[in-house]
């Protein structure tokens, strides 16, 4: 499968040995031939690529050579695909060919740009560009007569872009030992701060586990803000019941009317009123609407029922 888009950008194919023609002034994403980078395609117990980012040094320690080095990591179906690359030495590739850093647009790996070309392809006169399982390699040439030229116009220039750090390995020994002096101070007040830290932390922790005794809290405070919660809802809902309670309490009744019973059931407040007719209960429940508390009414056995929810 090939992808088709717009890009005012030229491909290029970037390897040690191989020849290449450029412009000045015209811009080009450059390809990077497997001589410039290691890669690797692992299945690791992580579902994250963020996760496999933070330990890419370690999976490529035992095979890079002593250098700078960047690393990249893209997942593909189950599995890792992960790059190390030096910019430094992709710098002095593209300086040897006589490519300008600024008129390259972006970088891309071979393995990435070149995803759907599954035939041979002629690199150099002694190596040829050959994907075997799922991975792109150079081999020997003279083991395929028939490698074909690469059809960089039909590269995916779409995703996976990697960018240089020009400068990154340009750095004079003098202000090297200066940056590792200051880092050295720094890392010795953090340390000082920590211990400190560290001292007022376990006496915090001690204090709050003595109050957590001496009150029968819990040990964990998701535990007591669960508790606190129920507590909060339990004290809302007596609130409530109190103040609905005197509100009709304080409802004015005439002779022959009066408060049958009250019932409190499933978070359901009910009071019962005997000889309040329909057009009187406004001035029995006048007292509830002033306070704003919500309420219903209705008519059982012709008793008045006023009913709140708790």
Request: with cysteine; glycine share 4%.
């Given at each position: ?17 191989a ?17 410039l ?23 490529f ?20 695909i ?36 599954d ?33 960089l ?8 872009a990697i ?63 669960s ?33 049958e ?15 309040v007719s ?17 309420f ?15």
């Open positions: 499968m090939f992808w088709s888009f717009k890009d005012d950008a030229q491909s290029i194919f970037l390897d040690i040995d020849a290449c023609s450029v412009t000045a002034g015209k811009k080009y994403n450059v390809i990077l031939s497997p001589s980078y290691w890669v690797k395609k692992l299945s690791l117990p992580l579902k994250y690529t963020h996760e496999v980012k933070k330990i890419l040094p370690t999976l320690e035992e095979n890079l050579p002593e250098g700078n080095y960047n690393y990249y990591v893209y997942k593909e179906d189950d599995a890792f992960c790059f190390a690359y030096e910019d430094r030495k992709i710098l002095e590739v593209l300086e040897q060919k006589g490519i300008s850093p600024s008129d390259v647009k972006s970088f891309f790996f071979a393995q990435t740009a070149l995803e759907g070309f035939d041979v392809y002629r690199v150099n006169e002694a190596e040829v560009l050959k994907k075997e399982e799922g991975i792109f390699l150079l081999l020997p040439a003279a083991w395929y007569k028939d490698a074909k030229e690469l059809p116009e039909r590269a995916n220039t779409s995703k996976h960018s240089l750090q020009h400068f990154s390995h340009i750095v004079r020994p003098e202000l090297l030992y200066k940056i590792i002096a200051v880092l050295l101070a720094f890392v010795f007040v953090l340390f000082v701060e920590l211990f400190v830290l560290g001292s007022v932390k376990e006496s915090v922790v001690e204090e709050s586990q003595n109050i957590f005794a001496q009150k029968g809290l819990k040990p964990t405070m998701m535990q007591n803000r508790i606190l919660s129920q507590y909060k809802s339990i004290y809302e809902r007596q609130k409530k019941l109190r103040e609905s309670l005197i509100a009709l309490l304080k409802s004015t009744l005439k002779k022959g009317e009066h408060i019973h009250i019932r409190l059931k499933d978070g359901v407040l009910r009071v019962y009123f005997s000889g329909a057009l009187q209960k406004a001035r029995v429940t006048a007292a509830l609407a002033k306070e704003k508390i919500p219903k009414t209705e008519f059982e056995k012709e008793q008045l029922v006023v009913e709140v929810k708790l």
